[in-house]
């Protein structure tokens, strides 16, 4: 850094030499010099650009190099910093915003901390020479061409400001066009159905024409912008030639005076520029720095401050929710209305009930993505936040509906589970998720790339890949979070029927729609509103005849229908 | 190793002229006005220019012969230049963005067009953020080429031109020297632009991997903290990140070195100028004027230099956008008959599929020698297991898709004779899944009739019992809906869909019934608007529950894409075959 700074200050000396050394060679032609003196002058500027061009080369490395290499610390901090919030960030924040602050406002900062500072230096630099060679040359000439100048400035930087705000109006803008866009794709059916085109049209139309107007708009005040620039600088020039050259008739400057004059004018122009620009990017910089600390200063709120025992804690898998109550941040309805619920080690727990009545609400408990508002969750009698959070994880395992897949093989996706795992350990789980058959179809077997999201995977691929993953992990709890849906009736019951024969001693937590598979769990319960409505086994929840029992009769019923068309 | 043929084929389409003319043939349409901007150009470039050679004027005709006189004359042609100069710079920006905006506007309109009229095949290829990509992005960086780069191009190489054709003028053999150093510039702005061009595309697709690890890492970061993986892709992350920073290095230091080289090249041409030209004033062969001119003419001409080499890899990032959206634009659209002859009669509501085959894929029939008629005002309920070519009806009706062998007849008119929009103007479907837009629940039931009476849709919306809903929201018919519908339960989008259908007063409704369940209270509203829906009116259902069969007058049994049973419903009972098992299914409840 200080190197580059000082090679800046190098590159602005011998810069501002060069005119010097001009001027000298135009003063001393007037006295017919011999062509070896040329030939030194000439060599003399040569060597004066040689210098400036081997300290241009060291500015340009050792400033913007500091710049690239803060902005990868910067990045990995912040991406190391997001593998440590919690469930409750993520939430209420969407990846797209965070995605723009990783890169844009890191991309300000970045600019701030290179550009920003180089232009800085060298503005201050050049301007302060620049200005004292004019006024040794000569005073009265100066003040009067510097006249001009500061309104470059304040051109400058007033333009800059609109037209930022020009962009960010013309950006707003683009993100409608591409949400329209995105809708027309997403609903096309729809809108065929309905023969909407041309309404979609017009609509489109509408929205590129006001595109035009902000673009133009933007285009207007550039395009006074930049040639007013160049305007004023010629004003300069202008003053120059007249005053300055009025003051070299009048003999009170030599005609090599008055040409490096002109050259240090020349030299002024873009530093004066670049004030205007260096101020308009620390205020981008300072506002993406704070936006980016506002993500590094968020701490995680479901972490390990109470724990107290130590990491060789052993889970050995019972469950108990003790009067606990649960809302979402920023959720104006409670989740979780005082439930209350026992599962005992290695028992199998059917959990039921209609879309949001709270049953991903307590496996999220269980899995300490969240902290209840009130009541505890306990492991085997201990509350779960005196439990090592990765301990916790690592021995109570989730499989979800949508399972989220890594765009790796197959083979790292299901190591996720446990990464010493060997190939027989991986067979044997893709064996029990009854994939095998899948696999041995894909044309790199287990090292197939999956693609983002797992999109070359069917759904039902992917919740078995999901399911073989957590088998993997060799869970204490395994929790299966409507985890076949995706299933035809007849490979659910296999794969099940092989989980429950491989899982013995394990707690196993099954939430689905299908009454019949829930059947065969040991116990049930029954979920409305955020409550526990009906719990117990499977005959006796029919024999309450409650609304257990009349969704399993609905069930069966459609179940029948199926079975007659088939 | 795989990255290696995509490389080339890059290389070649920067050279790829039949490409390169395609573009330029959307410039056409502005002919006038591109020859003006460029002309423009021209005169801002030649105005630019006059500044130093007044200069020059003032000096060799005024300062150095201590002539007062005039010099206020040159102060005022250089006032006029520069106003002139101003003017026409604003005028040739802006004309540029306006011809950029407008090439893009048409552009745009024409992919939007054309987008629609695509076969739903295509959809059911192309994932949607692809296509939005071509209609959006891809067109966002064309225009960025056409306005800051391929005409902009023209403004160096006047300069540049403009430059040289002055020396030559000044004094042609100070000129000839300055030519010495131009095959070591060609030569320098060559190395540099191949190098910076491949570390440019590097970092690019560097940054993309950081773009999509970061994306793919953000969105599964709850999945690989409950695996406490933490450490593993923060390695990977790492490792990502440390390479962009490698070729970020890179293209710095090729910009290190390119940079100061042309200011080099530069003041090797001012110690020419001095020596030489020096010289040959000291002999009295040039005034002083010509060389203090030419002095400064030189710092003025190797900008251009620098401007052109960064602006070919501009050039050439735009060319791979251009040719996927020519790739979307040469997708063959779908014919739609224009001719407007079917829609004055109303239709009166007879179906009648006549031996139809179809299939999505070659050979691999869906849908099997499928006929069955309907009169107008009945209703139809297909019953199939999953699978079984029930939804492929619907798709062939709405002609989505365009059957392979047979025919179907609404009214005893071909559909395939019917103009597509006609076809499906006198149809209205209930989908399965319902779509709703962002916006307001009236945007959503009426859609494009933004005509339609506050009255009339007030009606649909109680006839089909949604009114105790809607009015339960916060701004009721302007509630906004948000993306894809968040914010309302499943049966209220039911609700609305059946509205949206009703709205349009169809000849025949298609309703695709919802399989998962709701509660109760809702299934009955749902009933009962169904029965509404349906009343007087050509109906067919695919029916997922067995209540809705007994409505129906007329139910078809599909299995495999054939039809196993047929015909109206106290006939299928009659038979006791698999329709009459599936009522008393229902009956036994």
Known sequence: MTIGIVALLLTDAAGLAIPWALKSVIDSLSSKPQTGALLSMAGLIFFLSCIQAASRFGWRKCLFGPARLIERDLLNHLFRHFLSLDTPFYQTHSVGDMMSRATNDLRAVREFVGLGLLIWVDAVVVIVSALGLMFWIHPVVTFWVLLPLPIVSLLFFNFIKKIGEGHAAVQVHLSKITSQVQENVAGIRTLHTFVQEEHQKKLFDKLNREYIDKNLRVAKLYGIFSPSYIFTLGISALVSLWIGGNATLAGEMTLGEFVAFNGYLLMLSWPMMGLGYVINLGQKGRVAMGRLLEILNAEPLVNDSLVQNDRNFLIRGSVAFKSVTFSYPNANKTSLNDVDLLIPKGQRLGIVGRVGAGKTSLINLILRLYDPESGVVEIDGLPINQIPLDVLRKNVVRVEQEPFLFSMSIRDNIALGDSSADDSQILSVVHSAGLQDDIERLPNGLDTLIGERGVSLSGGQKQRVALARALLAGPKVLILDDAFSALDGDTESQVLTEILSRLDNVTLILVTQKLQTARKMDFIVFMEDGRILEQGTHNELMQTNGKYAHTYRNQELAMDMEITLQ | ?589
């Open chain 2, 1 to 589: 190793m795989k990255n290696k043929p995509q490389g080339e084929s890059l290389e070649d389409r920067y050279l790829d002229w039949a490409l390169f003319r395609r573009i330029l043939s959307y410039l056409l349409a502005f002919k006038n006005w591109v020859i003006l901007s460029i002309l423009l150009l021209l005169v801002v470039s030649v105005l630019n220019l006059a500044g130093p050679y007044l200069t020059k004027i003032a000096i060799d005709d005024h300062i150095s012969v201590n002539k007062i006189e005039g010099l206020d004359k040159i102060a005022l042609l250089y006032f006029g230049i520069l106003v002139a100069a101003f003017a026409c710079q604003f005028a040739q920006i802006w004309l540029l963005q306006w011809i950029g905006q407008r090439v893009m506007y048409g552009m745009r309109t024409e992919i939007f067009t054309h987008m629609h009229r695509l076969p739903f095949r295509y959809f059911d290829k192309n994932p949607i953020g692809k296509i939005v990509t071509r209609v959006v992005n891809d067109v966002e960086s064309l225009n960025e080429m056409l306005t800051s780069g391929l005409i902009l191009v023209f403004n160096d190489v006047f300069t540049l031109v403009g430059i040289f054709c002055v020396l030559l003028f000044l004094d042609w053999r100070l000129a000839l020297v300055v030519c010495l150093i131009f095959p070591f510039l060609v030569m320098a702005a060559k190395a540099y632009r191949v190098r910076a061009r491949d570390a440019v595309r590097k970092n690019r697709s560097h940054v993309s991997r950081i773009n999509s690890a970061l994306e793919e890492n953000l969105s599964g970061m709850t999945l690989l903290q409950l695996f406490g993986r933490q450490n593993e892709f923060y390695k990977k992350f790492s490792d990502a990140n440390e390479d962009k920073l490698h070729e970020d290095m890179r293209a710095l230091h090729y910009s290190s070195v390119f940079m100061p080289s042309i200011d080099l090249f530069s003041s090797i041409a001012v110690g020419l100028i001095i020596w030489y030209g020096g010289g040959r004033f000291v002999q009295e062969e040039i005034p002083l004027g010509v060389l203090v001119a030419f002095l400064q003419y030189l710092q003025k001409f190797f900008e251009p230099v620098r401007d052109l080499a960064e602006k070919f890899n501009i050039i050439q990032t735009a060319m791979a956008s251009s040719e996927r959206i020519f790739e979307l634009l040469d997708t063959p659209v779908e014919i739609i008959h224009s001719q407007i002859e079917t829609r004055v009669k109303p239709v009166q509501g007879r179906v009648e599929f006549k031996n139809v085959w179809f299939a999505y894929n070659e050979g691999d029939y869906i849908l099997k020698d499928i006929s069955f008629t309907l009169e107008p005002g009945e209703t139809l309920a297909i019953v199939g297991a999953t699978g079984s070519g029930k939804s492929t009806i619907i798709n062939a009706l709405f002609r989505f898709y365009d059957v392979e062998k047979g025919d179907i007849l609404i009214d005893g008119c071909s559909i395939k004779d019917m103009n597509k929009y006609d076809l499906r103007r006198q149809l209205a479907l209930v989908p399965q899944d319902v779509f709703l837009f962002s916006g307001s629940i009236l945007d959503n039931i009426r859609l494009g009739n933004t005509s339609k009476e506050m009255e009339e849709v007030t009606a649909v919306v109680d006839a089909v019992h949604a009114q105790e809903f809607i009015e339960s929201l916060t701004d009721k018919f302007d509630y906004q809906i948000g993306e894809g519908g968040k914010g309302l339960s499943l049966g209220q989008r039911q609700l609305l869909s059946f509205a949206r259908a009703l709205a349009v007063n169809p000849g025949i409704l298609v309703l695709d019934e919802a399989t998962s369940s709701v509660d109760s209270e809702t299934e009955i509203l749902l009933q009962k608007a169904v029965g509404e829906l349906t009343h007087g009116r050509t109906s067919i259902i695919i029916a997922h529950r067995l209540s809705t069969i007994k409505h129906a007058d007329k139910a078809l049994v599909l299995k495999n894409g054939e039809i196993v049973e047929w015909g109206l419903r106290k006939e299928l009972l009659r038979k006791k075959g698999i329709f009459y098992n599936l009522y008393k299914m229902q009956a036994d409840r």
